[in-house]
């Protein structure tokens, strides 16, 4: 189903290191799936060779925010960025960025980010609930369901094992969303400005608009 060349990483990242993130390198047509914990810990697994890697976490801030403390004079300025109102557009259900968990995991994201990008990968933020719900599959509170969806992409690799976690099938989602933007089958949702989301559209064998340089600019 991919080129044969593409080597991305889609995580699903936790907003502590106590956390299970769950992490899917995809190569070809073949996913490796595990389970990690700690940002060095990513950092190695993510392979020489890797163009995208597709984070599950948000990775800007809304405009007119510096951070997300409450003591500083920027609180209460922004609570929702542009691509978080376009979800909310699409009926799709997320949590707002200064949610009190959402804080945290903000902060990993935006460092990951910054590391990754350091190291010559393409780093963009995509949400696997969003692109499972345009997928028409369900998420991960439902795992068995979502595993048997996954099937159609025609992926192997160990995540097929009885074993593999919700995490790492939300990892896997956000490597499929990485592949299919290599392939120019996806969509860029906010303001360049100030951060965006990549996402699929609803059917992969559908010929789609390019979004590639939509997050270049």
């Given at each position: ?5 593409s080597?991305?990483v ?25 389970v ?17 890697a ?7 801030l809304?405009r007119?925010?510096c951070?997300?403390?409450d003591d500083c004079s ?10 978080d ?5 699409m009926?799709?259900?997320f949590?707002?960025?200064t949610?009190?968990?959402?804080r945290?995991?903000?902060?990993r994201?935006i460092?990951?980010?910054d ?6 990968i393409?780093?963009f933020?995509t949400y696997?609930?969003?692109a ?5 599959i369900?998420r991960?509170?439902n ?11 025609k992926?192997?690799?160990?995540w097929?094992?009885?074993?593999v976690?919700k ?5 896997l ?5 990485a ?15 100030e951060?965006?989301?990549v996402?699929?559209?609803?059917d ?11 997050t270049?600019?």
């Amino acid at each position: 189903m991919y080129s044969p060349s593409s080597k991305v990483v889609g995580i699903d990242l936790a907003g502590s290191e106590k956390r299970a993130t769950g992490f899917c390198l995809l190569e070809r047509n073949q996913a490796r799936v595990l389970v990690l914990h700690t940002d060095e810990e990513i950092l190695r697994a993510v392979h020489e060779g890797v163009r995208v890697a597709a984070i599950d976490a948000p990775l800007s801030l809304p405009r007119g925010r510096c951070c997300l403390r409450d003591d500083c004079s920027c609180a209460g300025k922004a609570h929702f960025r542009a691509c978080d109102l376009e979800l909310r557009r699409m009926g799709i259900k997320f949590f707002p960025i200064t949610l009190g968990p959402m804080r945290q995991l903000t902060d990993r994201g935006i460092r990951l980010k910054d590391r990754l990008a350091g190291r010559g990968i393409e780093v963009f933020e995509t949400y696997p609930g969003a692109a499972q719900d345009i997928w028409r599959i369900p998420r991960q509170k439902n795992p068995e369901g979502l595993k048997q969806a996954l099937r159609r992409f025609k992926v192997g690799g160990n995540w097929h094992t009885p074993q593999v976690t919700k995490d790492e099938l939300d990892a896997l989602t956000c490597a499929l969303v990485a592949a299919e933007y290599l392939r120019g089958k996806t969509r860029a949702i906010g303001d360049p400005e100030e951060g965006l989301m990549v996402l699929p559209y609803g059917d992969s064998r559908f010929k789609v608009r390019d979004s590639r340089e939509e997050t270049k600019e």
